[in-house]
């Protein structure tokens, strides 16, 4: 699978980004609490995929419950371009919508039940890899 690289921001321009990623993103859709407020779509990416260009000083991060996903917003205009998720803390959910265009094919999008967010975790088969280095390579093996 070949990786490209995405770049994007907040709506302010104030937080800009780069990730690779493949131009087939696949994006979840999740119904728990904060994703449903926020209509949090994204796709997962392991940490050393993802470089944040500028702003770093613009960003907040909100945390709840468990405290283990960090929800980081631009503070001048609100918008979550990137968060640290729950279920990958070792990588980083892309908000599809804050990708600049011109480099994404095709968007899959999968529905994950966050109401339900263990059970769900538990049942997934391939979440939690995503986020690894290696996924690149399992990906590639599924498609």
């Not at 995405?6 to 321009?13: A, E, N, R």
């Not at 728990?32 to 500028?54: A, D, E, M």
């Not at 990588?91 to 999008?109: E, F, I, Q």
Request: hydrophobic letters at 30%; proline letters at 5%; one cysteine or more.
């Amino acid at each position: 699978m070949d990786l490209v690289k995405h770049t994007g921001g907040c709506h302010c321009g104030a937080v800009r980004f780069e990730v690779l990623s493949s131009p087939d993103l696949h994006v979840f859709q999740c119904n728990c609490s904060i994703c449903t407020k926020k209509q949090n779509h994204h796709f997962i990416v392991p940490n050393n995929h993802f470089s944040l260009l500028q702003g770093s000083d613009y960003l907040i991060t909100y945390t709840f419950n468990t405290h283990v996903a960090k929800h980081t917003f631009c503070k001048t205009c609100g918008v979550q371009s990137f968060y640290t998720p729950r279920s990958n803390p070792d990588g980083y959910g892309v908000a599809p919508h804050c990708l600049d265009p011109g480099t994404v094919r095709s968007v899959t999008v999968e529905t994950f039940c966050g109401e339900k967010w263990e059970e769900s975790m538990q049942a997934h088969k391939s979440i939690r890899d995503m986020s690894k280095p290696e996924a690149d390579a399992q990906l590639k093996n599924t498609q």
